[in-house]
């Protein structure tokens, strides 16, 4: 059962306050109306809750944008004709256009959460309890930051929006350069560790809500992510790191940690592993998990799951082999199958759309209404982003490989020894396989390969060796990304509205 039972009510709530007209999306409809609703501090919480709440709408496209771009997933056929079909066959191929409907739509998610953020911020005053004040500022400014770094990573230069703006105003700014963006990210994330609003853990029944182990995370991935090595912020992610270990229970191997199975289960929800996550409640309420559905392969007649089935966000060639490579690796089962039971025919489906990503599946009644958390940050990324980061910093050293043998240890496949990887580039290089296999099909791929530098070379990589058997099956050919594809194109929507915006390079 979900801890977070008032997430029901949300919807009703946020409807009062929003609407998607203007040029960036779900700004209030009127001052008046944000006023009369959020009076006390139970209004507030809502609003609060609703910016929680906004994560759904941008993970719902997020896949689309993030894991179809790398080499993890691909389309799952070729050469249909329908619009939503070409519009992942687009994002897959890097060939993508400004009218996309993955890309406008979690634009418009994005700011639809920033919006709401900005409202708390407005409204704080009408709390009247201190503490509570300060951990609502300090939740919406988390959220704010969220949504902007993976809009920062996306796009570049975006629309800095800091406060309630109407369409008037909206209609006639610019996009703010990226060192401005990651000033903001920076400066939130930095004044709520500072302010320390935030605890450590909620009780149970405020699981769910960010904490401060998930600002000090965030804020150490932002780090590793705008600077490199040698700057102080690089090496002051390690410190952020360390904190968040401790808090999570200084863990020094495999036995320390959730199993992996039970990581993902819809029966252990909330576990220790789970850092921040975007939680979902099945049960007709609106709050359902989409991914199953979206997942699962076509035509399976409800031997994977009820319902519509997509089959999109289909696992490559590539991750498999990866993980095939690790042999009896644990999480290969987790993540993703190659083949289902047809319980009517009492065959296995091993042909075909077979394939599916399997982490975000759970049973369904009800079309796109799954129970299945989506994690954002856990234990075994942060980690992972420490044993990277000692490497970066000082070299390979026993510290570093024992927390690179942290997943590896509850993977179940063998640990690696310094001489395997004693120098930087070979544990750089470990660590880099390691955290694929590790977070498959969670949106961090992409992201991760733009912050080593690698993301054109792996993508065309994929396209011309790793899944070559797949692309080749296309009637043209698939030409390679250059590094402005990277990049997502403005919304056409957005150019629609205030033509002077300025694209990205090669749009």
């Known amino acids: 059962m979900k801890n977070i039972k008032y997430y029901i009510s949300i919807l009703a709530a946020m409807t009062l306050l929003c609407s998607c007209e203007d040029l960036l999306d779900s700004y209030p409809e009127s001052e008046v109306s944000a006023d009369a609703y959020i009076t006390s501090t139970a209004a507030l919480n809502s609003t609060v809750l609703g910016c929680y709440n906004a994560m759904q709408g941008v993970l719902q496209y997020e896949w689309a ?16 004709t329908s619009n939503t079909t070409k519009a992942l066959e687009y994002l897959d191929q890097g060939n993508i256009p400004s009218a996309s409907e993955y890309v406008n739509s979690y634009w418009d998610s994005s700011y639809a959460g920033i919006a709401r953020c900005n409202l708390v911020l407005e409204k704080l005053n009408v709390a009247d309890d201190e503490a509570l ?56 994330l930095e004044a709520i560790l500072a302010s320390e609003a935030l605890p450590v853990k909620y009780a149970s029944d405020q699981t769910g809500r960010a904490t401060r182990v998930a600002a000090a995370s965030l804020l150490a991935k932002v780090y590793m992510t705008h600077y490199q090595l040698g700057d102080e912020k690089y090496a002051a992610a390690a410190d952020l790191l360390e904190d968040v270990i401790g808090w999570v229970g200084n863990p020094t191997s495999g036995s320390d940690l959730v199993p992996f199975d039970k990581v993902f289960s819809i029966e252990n929800e909330m576990n220790d592993e789970i850092i921040f996550t975007c939680r979902y409640m099945s049960g007709n309420k609106g709050l ?3 991914f199953g559905n979206y997942f699962a392969p076509i035509n399976n007649g409800a031997n994977v799951i009820a319902g519509n089935a997509n089959a999109n966000n ?53 079309n796109y209404d799954g129970e299945s958390d989506w994690p954002i940050i856990r234990v075994g990324d942060v980690v992972l982003l420490y044993a990277e980061l000692l490497n970066e910093l000082q070299g390979p050293s026993e510290k570093a490989l024992g927390y690179l043998n942290i997943t590896r240890q509850r993977a179940g496949i063998p640990v690696l020894t310094l001489a395997e990887v004693g120098s ?26 733009l912050r080593w530098g690698i993301a054109t070379e792996t ?14 099956t296309y009637s043209y050919v698939i030409n390679p990304i250059e590094d402005w594809q990277l990049r997502l194109p403005i919304p056409q929507s957005v150019k629609d509205i205030n033509p002077d915006v300025a694209q990205n390079v090669g749009y």
């Not at 500022?137 to 929006?161: D, Q, S, T």
């Not at 390691?434 to 991760?448: I, K, P, T, V």
Request: hydrophobic share 40%; glycine share 6%; aromatic share 14%.
């Open 65 to 80: 944008v993030t894991e179809l771009r790398t080499d993890n997933t691909r389309l799952y056929g070729a050469g249909s």
């Open 133 to 188: 004040r300060a951990q609502f500022e300090a939740e919406a400014k988390f959220l704010r930051a969220h949504f902007y770094f993976n809009l920062v990573r996306l796009w570049g230069p975006v629309f800095l929006v800091t406060k309630t703006t109407g369409a008037d105003e909206a209609r006639y700014m610019q996009r703010s350069p990226v060192e401005d963006v990651y000033a903001l990210i920076e400066g939130d």
């Open 288 to 290: 359902g998990s989409p």
């Open 314 to 366: 289909y696992p490559s060639n590539d991750i498999i082999n990866a993980f095939n490579a690790n042999e009896g690796d644990l999480r290969k089962d987790v993540s993703l199958k190659e083949r289902y039971w047809n319980a009517q025919t009492g065959v296995w489906v091993d042909t075909g759309t077979c394939r599916y990503v399997n982490k975000f599946m759970s049973p369904v009644t009800v």
């Open 424 to 449: 930087k580039y070979l544990f750089r290089e470990a660590v880099r396989a390691e955290r694929r296999l590790e977070l498959a099909f969670e949106n961090h791929r992409f992201f991760d390969l």
């Open 459 to 472: 993508i065309n990589d994929s396209f011309a060796v790793k899944d070559a058997d797949y692309y080749a």
